[in-house]
């Protein structure tokens, strides 16, 4: 039975059976865990690390061999903090990803301008995580070649992404909880039940595009 891939969750727990990307916020704790995990500097943060530190953690980071992708970062216009600095945060950590040759985690709230600008000239996977877009948003993100973690608003029966889904091709969606307590069960039910799928069929798939996602951990077993 394949494992069940949390792809972001900021829980320490992991449950019987799921795999999980644990999300370290760097301006809490730069250590490096000894466990599958994304590391970034959150938009909502960016005014706690200067420049020259977010860049020695992140080296730091990079030598790691559990850091599976930067982030989250992205910018968020509903917060405080300037955005023009949330940008150059941002991009920092594009260019560190290109580097390291990691993916990148996008957290981007009512900025798909601003981060489709900045996006454009890295050649890199990017996952915008709690996505939950329409259909027109949706579809232009798919030109792109984003991918795309699904949450738990999917939950929801009114969600965007419930409807939005169908527009995104199966090699570019994963599943999360976030900050979430549901279960990451319910989101691959709540997801397959829209793709007309397995449930098991779906989580074989998310398994594979993890796998190719973190190319050098092809060789173990996930
Ligand atoms: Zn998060």
């Known amino acids: 039975m394949d494992n069940y891939i949390d792809f972001h969750t900021h829980k320490l727990s992991t449950p019987d059976g799921v795999i999980t990307v644990y999300n370290q ?53 509903v917060c405080k903090i300037p955005i023009q600095l949330q940008q150059d945060i941002f991009e920092l950590q594009l260019n560190k990803a290109v580097i390291l040759s990691k993916p990148v985690i996008i957290h981007c709230v009512r900025a798909w301008e601003e981060m489709l600008e900045i996006t454009r000239h890295y050649h890199i996977p990017m996952i915008l995580h709690g ?23 999917i939950l929801n029966p009114n969600s965007r992404i419930g409807h939005a889904i169908q ?21 691959y039910n709540a ?9 098991p ?9 993890f796998a190719r996602l973190c190319k050098e951990y092809e060789a173990r077993s996930f």
């Open 167 to 187: 527009h995104i091709p199966l090699s570019s969606i994963y599943c999360e909880t976030d900050e979430s307590n549901e279960s990451i069960q319910s989101v």
């Open 131 to 153: 996505y939950n877009g329409s259909d027109q948003l949706t579809a232009n993100l798919v030109k792109r070649g984003f991918f795309f973690s699904i949450g738990t608003m």
């Open 25 to 77: 916020l760097l301006h809490e704790d730069a250590g490096i865990p000894k466990r599958y995990y994304s590391a970034g500097l959150h938009p909502w943060y960016a005014d706690k690390l200067s420049a020259a530190e977010l860049s020695r953690v992140l080296d730091l980071h990079g030598s790691s061999p559990d850091l599976i992708a930067l982030g989250e970062t992205g910018i968020d216009k």
């Open 201 to 209: 069929d779906f989580r074989r798939n998310v398994r594979g595009n």
């Open 191 to 199: 997801v397959s039940g829209y793709l007309k799928m397995e449930e």
